[in-house]
């Protein structure tokens, strides 16, 4: 129930006490009207389901490959799939695609999302179609932007068989996934994997080019979601991992998924259930072994290695995954980026309202950019390019939430989408394969950013079933600490959990919440505080305590009750092992709240 309509008629009624009876009881009728309306909303709502499922789309003739020069398929090096997950909350449905395809134009995904809409009546919002990026999988559709950067290798005609197939095998999956719908549950988690590294290989005069560069930037981590059953039995993994599938190189006939296609059927042999693997920024990430960077090893023997290299740290992930939650609400919202083209760069016919010219004759891309929200901890991001992982690393750094994914691949390509500082070092990224200035980074960044803190942060999500358990609190993949009120041992006559916002409320002087929590390495840990605080009761000071170390602050207005903030709070020490953290006032007051608290973060700083 919102808090503050909740307190307000709390405090309404001990206001009325002193009224006659028969004054009374229109009143009294009156808020218990106001009550039932407030819940109903929550308790009528259907409950979490999902469904997975995979079809198979590997064509039986030969056809031209897409992601190097052109060339035609002489064999099967392994089956390639639609692999597509459905969500519903009881209100919104939406759709996740992971196709063993290179890139699509984004009229292509235009064309799909408008059959689904008029088909089936599925918002275009609520359609993500992703590509795994295998280098060694049929070309499907017109080419779109790639035939702008490299004509000479699209002379040959559109294979509109197996396009149709495509089209058609996905209309399929979705119509069977919501044949299959069940209740489900989900969890989420972190991974860690060295499977991939910086491609851009700076020589003495400071030019890029394709090889290895083990000093590049990076991004190391695994985002994954499990979906389980209704009895708790696995249903389906989704793994966000930003690799090039360029473990087979050009001289490859054989179709193949690749790296993210054998790791995915190998992470299936040994869970039973589909992984969908969702590429990231992969922009300028290449897998860590290649035939072309190893050519005296087997290509076999070179693709089969990523099964330990990334499919084992997945398994490893998953079995993290311990909560997992049936109280799922999704927000999705979408917006469009205007960024400067590159300067005489021409565009191809089918992407016309993906550009404009601006009031002073600058041709500008627009870029449309993908949100979705699960609940009030996962935020995931889209677009439709090849972005390099400075930028992703910094959006998840910069991110309210504690799990920020960037989907990259989907919903078409529009290039390569490198950071500012690159554009000195050229290379194929830049130079080739990218319709932007430098301009881009910021503009991208400054845009996505606003928006999860603004729109989806802002957007809160009813999960009126999230239930408070206290748990022990272990460090995840990076180190962080994450104390939440679901897991905390609340203490206090007066402090209740609040479901719908997963959060502390009622916090009074005499109120606290505990955590045994497992410290992996001592030293100096910055303090995360979420919470929310009207105006009026705002001002109060905190004590978070560990052992004999304590930081002391003041609880600042968040703006309302309704009204979650993130922001540091201070840096407190703590040593290694299991120790109880408390969170509470440290000053008595009579009336009022110190804060409605949902959770508490603690991140080990870098020593200098």
């Known amino acids: 129930m919102n808090a503050t309509i909740a307190r307000s008629l709390v405090t309404n009624i001990g206001n009325f006490t002193s009224l006659p009876l028969l004054d009374k009881r229109p009143i009294v009728l009156f808020f218990l009207f106001t009550l039932w309306l407030l819940f109903a909303g929550h308790t009528t709502r259907a409950d979490f389901r999902a469904a997975v499922v995979t079809i198979d789309i590997t064509p039986n003739s030969p056809k031209m490959l897409l992601g190097y020069s052109a060339r035609q398929s002489t064999g099967i090096h392994d089956r390639i799939y639609h692999r597509i997950i459905l969500l519903d909350d009881g209100i919104k449905q939406f759709f996740l695609v992971s196709s063993e395809i290179c890139v699509v134009s984004p009229s292509e995904y235009d064309h799909v999302a408008a059959l689904l809409q ?29 035939a702008v950067f490299m ?70 981590m695994i985002g994954l979601m499990r979906l389980d059953k209704a009895d708790g039995s696995p249903l389906a993994l989704i793994a966000n991992y930003a690799i090039h599938g ?86 999705t919202g979408s917006m469009i980026i205007e960024t400067p083209r590159k300067p005489n760069l021409g565009w191809s016919d089918d992407l016309a309202k993906y550009t404009r010219t601006s009031n002073i004759g600058i041709n500008m891309v627009r870029l449309p950019a993908r949100f979705l929200k699960i609940n009030e901890d996962i935020a995931i991001w889209s677009l439709p390019v090849e972005l390099f992982c400075e930028i992703s690393n910094e959006v998840r750094e910069r991110s309210p939430f504690p799990y920020t994914f960037y989907y990259g691949y989907t919903n078409g390509w529009l290039g390569y989408l490198p950071t500012e500082k690159e554009w ?26 606003a928006y999860l803190e603004g729109e989806m942060k802002g957007t809160r999500s009813f999960t009126s079933q999230a239930i408070n358990k206290p748990a022990p609190v ?134 200098e």
């Open 118 to 146: 008029r088909k089936l009546g599925i918002d275009p919002l609520n359609f993500w179609w992703s590509l795994t990026h295998t280098h060694s999988a049929p070309e499907v559709g017109v080419p779109g932007l790639p």
């Open 151 to 220: 004509g000479e290798r699209y002379k040959h005609e559109v294979d509109t068989a197996y396009t149709s197939m495509v089209e058609q095998k996905l209309i399929e999956g979705i119509k069977e996934a919501r044949r299959k719908l069940a209740p489900a549950r989900l969890g989420v988690g972190w991974g860690f994997s060295q499977a991939n590294i910086n491609r851009r290989a700076v020589d003495v005069d400071g030019k890029a080019s394709l090889g290895l560069n083990p000093d590049g930037a990076v991004d190391h």
């Open 246 to 331: 360029t473990v087979y190189g050009p001289e490859n006939l054989e179709i193949s998924g690749d790296a993210p296609g054998i790791v995915s059927s190998y992470v299936e042999q040994k869970t039973g259930i589909p992984l969908l693997f969702i590429n990231g920024a992969a922009g300028n990430l290449a897998p860590i072994y290649s035939v072309v960077t190893y050519p005296f090893l087997s290509k076999e023997k070179e693709l089969r290695q990523f099964r330990v290299l990334l499919g084992d740290k997945i398994l490893e992930a998953n079995k993290k995954i311990i909560l997992t939650t049936d109280s799922v609400h999704l927000f």
């Open 424 to 449: 000195e070092h050229g290379g194929y990224e830049i130079e080739t394969v990218c319709p932007y200035t430098p301009a881009v980074e910021k503009d991208v960044k400054e845009s996505v950013i």
């Open 474 to 607: 272990r460090p995840q993949i990076d180190g962080l600490l994450r104390c939440t009120a679901e897991t905390g041992k609340a203490i206090g006559k007066d402090v209740k959990y609040m479901s719908e916002w997963r959060a502390f409320g009622w916090f009074t002087a005499g109120s606290s919440v505990e955590w045994e929590v497992d410290v992996e390495k001592a030293g100096e840990y910055e303090a995360l505080l979420e919470w929310s605080v009207s105006n009026e009761e705002a001002g109060k000071e905190f004590l978070l305590q560990a052992k004999d170390k304590k930081l002391t602050g003041i609880v600042a207005s968040s703006g309302s009750w309704e009204k979650y903030k993130l922001e540091k709070v201070g840096v407190i020490k703590l040593e290694a092992g299991t120790q109880k953290i408390v969170f509470k006032s440290n000053q008595p007051f009579k009336t009022g709240a110190l804060l409605d608290f949902r959770e508490l973060r603690l991140r080990r700083m870098k020593s």
